[in-house]
């Protein structure tokens, strides 16, 4: 089931998933660690940072094993974006955009 802030579309032989948040935004060097294992964005707040680090990097991996691709689209104080894509097979006759919605 997909929430308000997830979204899934079809692109010819591509399926994008995008999920957005509302949270504090991440700088450019911020994002240049996301994806590294045990990557965290530090923020100038002293708010205690949770988490190992991990999760984007194997999102990461198990998405190019399946000739995909993922990304982060954010400015700081405007939330973030997380677009991934995967490759799929069409149907015949099939092309162009749809969105898929689930609730």
Same mark, same amino acid.
């Given at each position: ?35 590294? +294992?045990?990557? /965290?964005? @530090?923020?100038? =707040?002293?708010? $205690? ?36 894509? +995967?490759?799929? /097979?069409? @149907?015949?006759? =099939?092309?162009? $955009? ?6």
């Amino acid at each position: 089931m997909l929430d308000e802030n997830e979204s899934i579309y079809e692109i010819e032989n591509e399926i994008q998933f995008v999920v957005e948040d509302t949270g504090p935004g991440l700088s450019k060097e911020q994002q240049e660690y996301l994806f590294q +294992l045990f990557g /965290k964005a @530090k923020f100038s =707040d002293d708010k $205690l940072q949770t988490g190992l680090g991990v999760g984007l990097t194997y999102c990461k991996q198990v998405i190019e094993q399946l000739q995909g691709n993922i990304m982060c689209v954010s400015e700081e104080g405007k939330g973030a974006k997380f677009i991934y894509t +995967l490759k799929v /097979k069409s @149907k015949e006759g =099939d092309n162009g $955009l749809s969105q898929k919605e689930q609730n």
